[in-house]
């Protein structure tokens, strides 16, 4: 059964759904500070090709604002937290190497935060990349809103997936850091990312 979309965690239950470069549903998305700009760059890249036949819009998505490592969203690890609870979206820890990056705006988000999580005295060096997922609840209430979506809106989350899931988290910050300056002016590592 198809259902409309209709707020910003529709759109990150499908980008957590959609295919990607491995062509297969709910390919993992590896890594907060990832995941956080791939948001970023739906909202200031593809939402205006995707929001036709959907309540999705500039104005009710993820709102941004320039931090520490470039645009940042509360509001995305508010929802991620949300479908954690519902169990919908799963996290794991990642074999691969960490990215100084992703364990630093981690770290930054949860002395800036709210929530009851306890860092522990786990390090920067102890932190592992987390990989992002849906569970079979999630899957299963996702495809729904999968198969309302036209042809060509499929298309699109498949290639911006893609584009962003194939490229090393560097590669993205690269690309947003010298694309939307206005998002880098707090950011801590602006000058290693571009390289000055």
Same mark, same amino acid.
């Given at each position: ?14 980008? #957590?759904? @959609?295919?990607?470069?491995?062509? *297969? ?13 791939? +948001?970023?760059?739906?909202?200031? &890249?593809?939402? !205006?090709?995707?929001? !036709? ?5 500039? $104005?009710?998505? %993820? ?6 490592? /470039?645009?940042?969203? !509360?509001?995305?690890? $508010? ?7 519902? $169990?919908?979206?799963?996290? *794991?820890?990642?074999?691969? %190497? ?6 630093? &705006?981690? =770290?930054?988000?949860? @002395?800036? @935060? ?13 932190? !592992?990349? &987390? ?9 299963? =209430?996702?495809?729904? #809103? =999968? ?8 298309? #699109?989350?498949?290639? =911006? ?6 490229? @090393?988290?560097?590669?993205? +910050?690269? %690309?947003?850091?010298?694309?939307? &300056?206005? %998002? ?10 571009? /390289?000055?």
């Amino acid at each position: 059964m198809s259902q409309k979309i209709n707020n910003r965690k529709d759109i990150l239950l499908l980008l #957590l759904y @959609s295919p990607g470069y491995s062509d *297969s549903a709910n390919e993992p998305i590896s890594g907060r500070t990832r995941l956080i700009k791939m +948001l970023f760059l739906f909202k200031k &890249e593809a939402i !205006k090709k995707f929001k !036709k036949n959907t309540s999705i819009n500039e $104005d009710n998505f %993820y709102e941004f604002f320039a931090w520490n490592f /470039g645009p940042f969203s !509360k509001d995305v690890y $508010d929802d991620l937290t949300f479908f954690e609870n519902i $169990d919908f979206v799963t996290r *794991s820890d990642s074999e691969s %190497y960490t990215s100084p990056e992703d364990a630093a &705006e981690f =770290f930054e988000w949860v @002395s800036q @935060s709210d929530s009851d999580f306890e860092i522990n005295e786990v390090s920067v060096d102890e932190y !592992k990349e &987390e990989i992002f997922s849906l569970t079979q609840k999630g899957v299963d =209430f996702s495809r729904g #809103l =999968f198969d309302g979506l036209s042809g060509e809106q499929k298309s #699109l989350l498949k290639a =911006f997936k893609a584009r962003i899931n194939k490229a @090393s988290l560097r590669a993205v +910050l690269q %690309y947003v850091y010298e694309n939307y &300056e206005q %998002y880098t002016e707090k950011s801590k590592i602006k000058d290693d990312i571009l /390289g000055g």
